[in-house]
């Protein structure tokens, strides 16, 4: 009985593991020649779809996956790789607005406001990717995130019949970051 029940354990632990495993593998090998960290190697899509995230962490820091994820946007624009720009991302409340912080730091390093669109619905990542295709009539876009996020969206975004290519905004330097 009791080897049993050490069985019965362990499955329960290994199984759920392997499910993220095999997941996780599967998303990464989808996305294997999809994504891009060099804006001269990335082909041009007609829009760039910029993913969310705060623009200043809860202990008044500014969010560097936010600060990179606009660097990435500006560089991709300003080379022509993209024409338009949908920014998507949560305003669950009225303190609170992931689009319109981006817009702003958009039209601050030079990009025309009406280049920029917004959407106030994208509160996970099957949400933006979804509703570009479903409200904002897109079928193809460059995705604007972290190579991690990017995988994702791409996955995601294939699943939901748009073509989807990734431009992989910096990562915080952890080490350096948390050391500050």
Do not use: C
Request: net charge positive.
């Amino acid at each position: 009985m009791k080897k049993k029940k050490i069985i019965g354990v362990l499955l329960v632990f290994i199984i759920p593991f392997m499910l993220v495993f095999v997941a996780n593998y599967s998303i990464k090998r989808n996305a294997v020649n999809k994504t891009f960290s060099n804006s001269s190697e990335i082909k041009k899509n007609k829009v760039g779809l910029v993913l969310g995230t705060a623009k200043i962490l809860k202990n008044g820091r500014v969010n560097l996956y936010f600060k990179y994820r606009i660097q990435a946007t500006v560089a991709l624009y300003k080379k022509g790789k993209i024409d338009f720009i949908l920014v998507s991302g949560d305003n669950g409340n009225k303190n609170y607005d992931e689009p319109t912080d981006f817009k702003n730091e958009l039209i601050k390093k030079g990009i025309p406001s009406n280049r920029i669109f917004l959407d106030y619905a994208g509160f996970r990542t099957l949400d933006s990717v979804v509703r570009a295709k479903e409200i904002f009539g897109q079928t193809s876009v460059t995705i604007i995130s972290q190579k991690f996020h990017n995988e994702r969206a791409i996955f995601l975004a294939e699943k939901n019949g748009i073509k989807a290519i990734g431009f992989n905004a910096k990562g915080p330097n952890w080490k350096i970051w948390v050391k500050s």
